[in-house]
């Protein structure tokens, strides 16, 4: 895949044109890695990435991950952030959506499991469905109604935490969980249904501002690169249990939950 001999290690992001799979390619190139991008570019924009062309460390490879996955040569770190995301994607994809958390968190762990790497799992705060308990702490198993419309999104990353933690089980691999929460930062497109990009596009357009419900409902803001950060310390890590990241609190800091 690369050519020459390196002593860096090499990283395989699958979503790696997405909004957080892009911002997590920058931040391994910035940390001295080698990055194989993997993107079917369903969701996906070549625009988060074209700033990388050129790049001798960095590789595009488009591939549904639902399929097979072959990538030749060592890998130290698979980051399997392939899966719409937002609520217009994955009610719109429902079919793709559980596909790529069943089929294509197989297959990249089982990449992984070839080349002995570390692999680290992209989830998320929709693992708690519609939660009754606030903030959500990881010990904390949810009410999600599996056959809700967006059940489909939150069943396929339950069952990826799932496969996870059986290869990490069953055949000891070194795997990681995050479970994200709302992040919001550059690349966000304006039009993909979360709140932050939703108020900016309305307010550039000068259009009321849409709240639903009564307005009591709370979210856990998180900017990209302090979520990028965590990432990456926990895969540095040699902590195997789901990891919240987000902002629990009212404080000016992004935490760890």
């Given at each position: 895949m690369f050519r020459g001999t390196s002593s860096k290690p090499i990283a395989v992001v699958t979503g790696g044109a997405g909004f957080l799979g892009s911002h997590l390619s920058d931040r391994l190139l910035t940390e001295g890695f080698r990055v194989?991008?993997?993107?079917n570019l369903i969701t996906g924009l070549t625009d988060n990435i074209a700033h990388l062309a050129g790049n001798q460390d960095f590789k595009f490879i488009r591939q549904n991950v639902s399929e097979f996955i072959f990538v030749p040569g060592r890998v130290d770190y698979v980051f399997h952030f392939a899966s719409p995301a937002s609520p217009i994607d994955y009610l719109e994809l429902p079919i793709p959506t559980l596909k790529v958390g069943a089929l294509g968190t197989h297959n990249a762990l089982g990449l992984a499991k070839d080349k002995m790497a570390s692999f680290v799992l992209a989830s998320t705060s929709e693992c708690y469905g519609d939660p009754l308990i606030h903030p959500q702490k990881e010990d904390y198993w949810g009410n999600v109604n599996p056959i809700g419309p967006r059940g489909v999104y939150d069943e396929a990353k339950r069952f990826a935490e799932a496969m996870t933690m059986a290869y990490h089980r069953y055949h000891r691999a070194d795997t990681k969980i995050v479970r994200i929460f709302n992040t919001y930062g550059p690349r966000m497109r304006l039009k993909d249904g979360r709140v932050v990009p939703a108020f900016i596009s309305q307010a550039l357009s000068q259009e009321p501002?849409?709240?639903f419900g009564n307005?009591?409902?709370t979210r856990s803001f998180c900017y990209v690169s302090d979520l990028i950060d965590g990432i990456f310390r926990l895969a540095l890590s040699d902590y195997h249990e789901p990891v919240n990241i987000g902002k629990p609190s009212g404080n000016?800091?992004?935490?760890?939950?």
């Amino acid at each position: 895949m690369f050519r020459g001999t390196s002593s860096k290690p090499i990283a395989v992001v699958t979503g790696g044109a997405g909004f957080l799979g892009s911002h997590l390619s920058d931040r391994l190139l910035t940390e001295g890695f080698r990055v194989i991008a993997i993107d079917n570019l369903i969701t996906g924009l070549t625009d988060n990435i074209a700033h990388l062309a050129g790049n001798q460390d960095f590789k595009f490879i488009r591939q549904n991950v639902s399929e097979f996955i072959f990538v030749p040569g060592r890998v130290d770190y698979v980051f399997h952030f392939a899966s719409p995301a937002s609520p217009i994607d994955y009610l719109e994809l429902p079919i793709p959506t559980l596909k790529v958390g069943a089929l294509g968190t197989h297959n990249a762990l089982g990449l992984a499991k070839d080349k002995m790497a570390s692999f680290v799992l992209a989830s998320t705060s929709e693992c708690y469905g519609d939660p009754l308990i606030h903030p959500q702490k990881e010990d904390y198993w949810g009410n999600v109604n599996p056959i809700g419309p967006r059940g489909v999104y939150d069943e396929a990353k339950r069952f990826a935490e799932a496969m996870t933690m059986a290869y990490h089980r069953y055949h000891r691999a070194d795997t990681k969980i995050v479970r994200i929460f709302n992040t919001y930062g550059p690349r966000m497109r304006l039009k993909d249904g979360r709140v932050v990009p939703a108020f900016i596009s309305q307010a550039l357009s000068q259009e009321p501002l849409t709240v639903f419900g009564n307005g009591s409902q709370t979210r856990s803001f998180c900017y990209v690169s302090d979520l990028i950060d965590g990432i990456f310390r926990l895969a540095l890590s040699d902590y195997h249990e789901p990891v919240n990241i987000g902002k629990p609190s009212g404080n000016d800091r992004p935490r760890f939950c």
